[in-house]
């Protein structure tokens, strides 16, 4: 599909409001020529569907000694990880910080990773998401550093004043460092602006030469063959004096630009955008089924985790059935946890702030450690960082032994929700918080970025470890899963009236065939539950998928152990 002339006319225009007809006809034709030829031409019959899985990895998650980290990985993935449809591979780019996000050099793998034969190499077997880190680049890249020196390309890439930039104190941002950075420009002193550190510099995307730019790293990547782009901290692309800086429309804009090329050029590529925001404000980047394909579910998380921990469905419930089913093109990326935090920002009017409070206090019992940032002038916890089943070691009653059965359930219920489902690789073998690593970097997030030696875990994988009963577990529920038409992602969903201990939801197949309720025991109590509330159809047989038990009473009760999930369903596969 040719792209339309019109369509990019009209994006280009709304965007660059204050640059002349004729710079934005020179700029649309120069994005029709950059991706003049189809890469492919047939899309797929479907995107997605109960089958997908995406799994979460760095590119030095798992390592050998005499091996680029690409090539150990595609080892460790083929190996332990067929199950998994999509790999979202973190940024595997050269870089200065952040664990990659901070790139010094976009068309690059970094040496230790390996080179794009290997990227390739991978992408033949799993279909791989890459970072489109999009908002700022790394202090070392060369763009930057061009920038300093009024070279070109680079001269007017990234947003800059002779003043710091205190005045806009509107500004929302996930940091509380300092947003303006000072720096030297040809003798003369101005700042640039620094959304999330001072070696992470925020491009200008008001020159439309930062935007064509990243249109020609897209490309590359498509071409390379990613799958999926994650557009990285995309909220916070576009800036106006007087406002938050945030989601602002011409952020909207762009990226349903970038969907338009992207669906012309490669049919089977899906854009996802990261925007660990308010629930609210998140849905709104599936635009009317024109931005993003997937958005991540980000407040379920912390409110699947709170629930548990809390042995409470009240706000899980309650958020549950707020959510507005995905129209068919959309769906929601559900994970527990990732390479970053448990954030804490999309709980905001969800959770009352008292409640808040008394769940951090577990969890830093749990071992978390807290991530801050400053909005106007107000320090708030940003994010929680601690590996999954570490999070489940405290309750709101306190320790006890059960903290796999908790960590295994919470990932029953993330299995059954409408969306499709994400596992983060510490979580898949069980990592616990590497203090080791975090005493090395200082940074609260390396407790949950171990770099795991392949032999090392190789061998825990195959024995009587935590760690075996972990993957085995996992990897035995997503075959599980993946059997069931009622878990595509955009089959129905109603979230069930039961009480507080118990979460229960309703799933049915697209073809309405197949129906799952799934029933879960919050609690570290057994619970009794009657099939009258659940109301089963008489005239049909039912079985939990997960015991491998027949239901012989639908109109008596179930008995539910602690920690205990139940996917009841009339039709076998």
């Known amino acids: 599909m040719e792209l339309n002339a019109k369509t990019l006319n009209n994006y280009l225009n709304f965007i660059y409001q204050n640059i002349k007809p004729d710079e934005v006809k020179n700029l649309c034709d120069r994005i029709r020529t950059l991706f003049s030829q189809n890469l492919n031409k047939e899309p797929t019959k479907e995107l997605w569907n109960e089958k997908d899985f995406f799994l979460i990895t760095y590119a030095d998650s798992v ?26 591979l973190l940024p595997f780019y050269p870089f ?4 990659g996000f901070a790139v010094t050099d976009y068309k690059k793998v970094s040496k230790e990773n390996g080179e794009w034969v290997d990227f390739k190499r991978l992408s033949s077997k799993f279909k791989i998401m890459t970072d489109l880190v999009i908002n700022h680049c790394s202090s070392e890249n060369q763009l930057y550093k061009n920038f300093l020196t009024a070279k070109e390309p680079g001269s007017n890439f990234f947003i800059s004043s002779e003043r710091d930039f205190n005045n806009f104190s509107l500004v929302v941002r996930p940091r509380s460092s300092d947003l303006s950075k000072k720096v030297e420009i040809l003798g003369k002193k101005k700042y640039v602006w620094c ?5 992470q510099i925020d ?26 782009l994650r557009l990285d901290a995309v909220a916070f692309l576009w800036k106006e004096q007087g406002t938050k800086c945030i989601n602002l429309p011409q952020t909207h804009t762009i990226i349903r630009l970038i969907r338009h090329i992207v669906e012309s050029y490669s049919k089977n590529c899906l854009i996802i955008t990261e925007t660990n925001i308010p629930n609210h404000e998140n849905l709104s980047y599936f635009g009317n089924n024109n931005e993003a394909h997937c958005i991540y579910n980000f407040s379920l998380a912390p409110l699947l985790i709170h629930a548990i921990v809390s042995a409470n469905n009240s706000y899980l419930k309650q958020w549950s059935r707020s959510m507005p089913p995905a129209q068919f093109g959309n769906a929601y990326l559900n994970f527990l946890s990732t390479h970053d935090g448990i954030g804490m920002r999309p709980l905001e009017g969800i959770l009352p702030k008292n409640e808040l409070n008394k769940f951090i206090k577990v969890l830093k019992k749990s071992g978390a450690f807290l991530t801050h940032r400053i909005s106007q002038n107000k320090k708030t916890v940003y994010e929680v960082n601690v590996t999954l089943i570490d999070a489940f070691k405290e309750t709101y009653s306190g320790k006890d032994n059960l903290v796999l059965k908790r960590f295994i359930l919470a990932h029953q219920i993330l299995f059954s929700m409408e969306g499709i489902p994400a596992i983060y690789i510490q979580n898949l073998v069980g990592s616990k918080n590497d203090l080791k690593k975090l005493e090395i970097t200082k940074s609260f997030r390396s407790v949950n970025r171990k770099n795991w030696n392949f032999d090392e875990l190789s061998k825990l994988l195959k024995k009587q470890s935590i760690n075996s009963k972990v993957y085995l577990s996992l990897i035995s529920l997503v075959k599980l899963r993946k059997k069931q038409p009622a878990f595509h992602p955009n089959a129905t969903q109603f979230t069930l009236q039961l009480e507080k201990n118990i979460f229960g939801i309703w799933r049915q197949s697209i073809d309405r065939s197949q129906s799952i309720f799934c029933i879960s025991n919050l609690s570290k109590k057994k619970k009794k539950i009657s099939l009258l509330d659940i109301n089963l159809i008489s005239t049909e047989k039912w079985h939990d998928i997960i015991s491998k038990k027949r239901i012989t009473e639908i109109q008596g009760n179930i008995t539910l152990l602690p920690y205990q999930s139940m996917w009841i369903t009339n039709k076998k596969f």
Do not use: R
């Open 63 to 88: 390592i050998q000694k005499e091996k680029n980290n690409l090539k150990s990985l595609s080892e460790f993935l083929k190996k332990y990880c067929k199950e998994f449809s999509f790999v979202h």
């Open 96 to 99: 200065s910080s952040d664990d």
């Open 195 to 199: 959304t999330f550190s001072h070696d």
């Open 203 to 228: 491009f200008n995307f008001k020159n439309p030469e930062v935007l064509f730019f990243f249109l020609e790293i897209i490309k590359f990547y498509l071409d390379k063959g990613a799958k999926a």
